[in-house]
C-alpha cells in the first residue's frame, strides 16, 4: 500500500489545493494508483473544492454537517464524525485535502481516540504531511505552528515525513530571510521538515483554468482547439498558455522529487508510521 498524503493549510487561500493537484498529478506521471479524499467546510454545491476538480473524491466533512459538529455541545459527536477520516488513514493510499481550520479538529479526534495507538497495532500506511504558505509574515508562522503542532500530537497522530512548500503566487519569500517567523520555520529543516519553493504559474490560460475550476491534470490534458472552443480564446494563446503551463508542472513536480516529496510504496509500513522527528493558488 502508498503512502497518504495529508494537504493541509491553517487559513484559507494558501494554495494546499493546488498542492494536492500536483500530487495526484505526480501520482498520475508516476503509475501509482491513488485514491482522494477531501476534509473541507465549503459547502457549495455539497463539495468540496478538491471535490469539484477531480471526480471520486471522498468527502469526510463538508457543509452543514461539519457546521454542526463545530457547534455542537456533544464532544462524542465530533469523535464520531471524524472516525471517517480516521477510517480512511487506516486503509491508506490516500491525498487527503484538509480545509483551513479543520487542522485542530482533526489532531483533537486523533488525540482523543488514541489514533497512534491503532495506527501502529495495525500497521497502517505512512501518513506524510504537506503544509502550504505564502509570503506572508502571518501566513508563515501559521504554517510553523502546524508543523509543531503536529510533532506534539505525534504520539496521536504519527507523521511520516513533513514538508513545507513556499508557494510563490503572491511574491517570492526573499524578503522574509531575515523575518523571526520564517527563521523559526527553516529551523526545523534540522528536525527532518523537508522545505520546498513552488514558483507562480504565468500561464495565459491560468486564470480560465481557475474560473471553470478545471485541474492543472485535465488542463495538461486539452489542446489549443480544446482551449479556442472552450473559451473562445486566440489559438497561440492556448498553445502559448499550454507550453508555460506544462513547463511550470514540470518544475513544480521536480522540485518536489529533488526534496522527496513522491509516492513511494513501502515494504514495511512501521517506519512511518512510528517516526517521531525526524506559484500559483
Given at each position: 500500500?502508498?503512502?497518504?498524503?495529508i494537504?493541509?493549510?491553517?487559513?484559507?487561500?494558501q494554495?494546499k489545493?493546488?498542492?494536492?493537484?500536483?500530487l495526484?498529478?505526480?501520482?498520475?506521471?508516476?503509475?501509482v494508483?491513488?485514491?482522494?479524499?477531501?476534509?473541507d467546510?465549503?459547502?457549495?454545491?455539497?463539495?468540496?473544492?478538491?471535490?469539484?476538480?477531480?471526480?471520486?473524491?471522498?468527502?469526510?466533512?463538508?457543509?452543514e454537517?461539519?457546521?454542526?459538529?463545530?457547534?455542537?455541545?456533544?464532544?462524542?459527536?465530533?469523535?464520531?464524525?471524524?472516525?471517517?477520516?480516521?477510517?480512511?488513514?487506516?486503509?491508506?493510499?490516500y491525498?487527503?485535502?484538509?480545509g483551513?481550520?479543520?487542522?485542530?479538529?482533526?489532531?483533537?479526534?486523533?488525540?482523543?481516540?488514541n489514533?497512534?495507538?491503532?495506527?501502529?497495532?495495525?500497521?497502517?500506511?505512512?501518513?506524510?504531511?504537506?503544509?502550504?504558505?505564502?509570503a506572508?509574515s502571518?501566513?508563515?508562522?501559521?504554517?510553523?505552528g502546524?508543523?509543531?503542532?503536529?510533532?506534539?500530537k505525534?504520539?496521536?497522530?504519527?507523521?511520516?515525513?513533513?514538508?513545507?512548500?513556499?508557494?510563490?503566487?503572491?511574491?517570492?519569500?526573499?524578503?522574509?530571510?531575515?523575518?523571526?517567523?520564517?527563521?523559526?520555520?527553516?529551523?526545523?529543516?534540522?528536525?527532518?521538515?523537508?522545505?520546498?519553493?513552488?514558483?507562480?504559474?504565468?500561464?495565459?490560460?491560468?486564470?480560465?483554468?481557475?474560473?471553470?475550476l478545471?485541474?492543472?491534470?485535465e488542463?495538461?490534458?486539452?489542446?489549443?482547439?480544446?482551449?479556442?472552443?472552450?473559451?473562445?480564446i486566440?489559438?497561440?494563446?492556448?498553445?502559448?498558455?499550454?507550453?508555460?503551463l506544462?513547463?511550470?508542472?514540470?518544475?513544480?513536480?521536480?522540485?518536489?522529487?529533488?526534496?522527496?516529496?513522491?509516492?513511494?510504496?513501502?515494504?514495511?509500513?512501521?517506519?512511518?508510521?512510528?517516526?517521531?522527528g525526524?506559484?500559483?493558488?
Amino acid at each position: 500500500m502508498t503512502r497518504t498524503f495529508i494537504s493541509m493549510a491553517k487559513t484559507g487561500g494558501q494554495g494546499k489545493t493546488l498542492t494536492a493537484q500536483m500530487l495526484v498529478l505526480q501520482h498520475e506521471q508516476k503509475g501509482v494508483p491513488v485514491k482522494l479524499a477531501a476534509a473541507d467546510s465549503d459547502s457549495l454545491n455539497q463539495r468540496s473544492k478538491f471535490g469539484r476538480l477531480f471526480r471520486n473524491v471522498k468527502e469526510l466533512g463538508i457543509g452543514e454537517d461539519l457546521t454542526k459538529v463545530k457547534s455542537s455541545t456533544d464532544p462524542n459527536l465530533a469523535i464520531k464524525y471524524w472516525d471517517e477520516f480516521g477510517r480512511t488513514v487506516l486503509e491508506g493510499g490516500y491525498i487527503i485535502d484538509v480545509g483551513a481550520n479543520v487542522a485542530a479538529e482533526l489532531f483533537a479526534w486523533a488525540e482523543a481516540r488514541n489514533a497512534g495507538s491503532l495506527l501502529r497495532r495495525r500497521n497502517s500506511p505512512p501518513i506524510d504531511l504537506v503544509v502550504t504558505t505564502k509570503a506572508e509574515s502571518q501566513a508563515i508562522e501559521d504554517a510553523r505552528g502546524l508543523i509543531q503542532y503536529s510533532f506534539d500530537k505525534n504520539e496521536w497522530l504519527p507523521i511520516g515525513r513533513r514538508y513545507v512548500v513556499l508557494n510563490e503566487v503572491s511574491g517570492g519569500f526573499g524578503a522574509y530571510e531575515n523575518d523571526p517567523n520564517f527563521k523559526r520555520l527553516k529551523a526545523y529543516q534540522g528536525m527532518g521538515v523537508h522545505i520546498v519553493t513552488m514558483k507562480r504559474c504565468e500561464s495565459d490560460i491560468w486564470t480560465l483554468l481557475e474560473r471553470e475550476l478545471i485541474s492543472v491534470r485535465e488542463a495538461l490534458k486539452m489542446t489549443e482547439v480544446d482551449l479556442e472552443k472552450r473559451f473562445g480564446i486566440d489559438v497561440w494563446t492556448g498553445h502559448g498558455g499550454l507550453t508555460d503551463l506544462k513547463s511550470w508542472a514540470d518544475e513544480t513536480l521536480a522540485a518536489f522529487e529533488k526534496v522527496g516529496l513522491v509516492p513511494v510504496r513501502d515494504s514495511s509500513h512501521n517506519e512511518g508510521v512510528e517516526a517521531v522527528g525526524a506559484g500559483c493558488s
